[in-house]
């Protein structure tokens, strides 16, 4: 389900029923001469594509927002000839703050941010993400429970429920497209053998083969090695990952 094509009504029976609503989140940044400036931000949303059909023929639903393109590209891979999109982080992190703010006075809970743009822990989208969606919970909690409402007794048994989707710390969850609680291990990369798979499988027509190996670009040198049946293995890992969480 798309978060733009509902109804209020569709979405308050999604509520009752803990529907979750995902966030793609991607960038506009070089990623060489064979991969498109989109690339971070067409991984995330054509995945959260095969997520929402693998969990329909469970029988589950899932809805997708509308993806946020901007993220924290910065200049790091190329300069601005690269025509890279740096969103500053603070104005990534307000932006975000705006849309989970909605969202919870919304009523709408069970909310993941998925970003496919770095995969290593130092992330500035990640952590622009992050900061909102923890700043959002505590001015949310406080403009509707009251100064001190953890320290209030209602609160008792606040962390007996830390598994339940009612509590707080689980309405807003930000993660890479492999969740945070997931043992298993998928390095990644910039425009090489990863990326290039994945938007293979996902993409395929944006894939420029012709000019794999072409560039100077010491990331892209395991492009080559890159398929479509390496980008298929790799989204049905990550397809068990997330029926691990969504059905935990």
Known sequence: ??????YPDVLDEAMKNHVPIFIPVGT?????????????????IHFLERLEKHRAEM???????????????????????????????MVLNQTMYNIYMSM?????????????????????????CLDA????????????RGIGWWGDNK??????????????????????????????VLPGDHAGKVETSMIWALRPELVREDKIGTSEDWFTETAAEGSAELGEERIRTLLE????????
Request: glycine share 6%; proline share 5%; net charge negative.
């Open 1 to 6: 389900m798309r978060l733009e094509n509902l």
């Open 28 to 44: 506009i940044e070089y990623h060489s001469a064979h991969l498109p400036l989109g690339t971070d931000a067409f991984v995330a």
């Open 59 to 89: 029988g589950k639903d899932i809805i997708i927002a509308p993806p946020v393109w901007y993220g924290c590209a910065s200049y790091a891979v190329r300069g601005p000839e690269g025509y890279s999109v740096d969103m500053d982080g």
């Open 104 to 128: 919870l006075k919304s009523g709408l809970r069970n909310i993941y941010t998925i970003i496919a743009h770095q995969t290593e822990d130092f992330n500035p989208t990640e952590t622009a």
């Open 133 to 144: 969606s923890r700043r959002v919970i505590f001015k949310y909690l406080e403009d509707t």
């Open 155 to 184: 609160s008792r048994e606040f962390y007996n429920t830390m598994d339940s989707k009612d509590n707080p710390w689980n309405w807003l969850r930000v993660s890479s497209l492999r969740p945070r609680s997931a043992s298993v």
């Open 241 to 248: 990952c997330w029926d691990a969480v969504l059905d935990k």
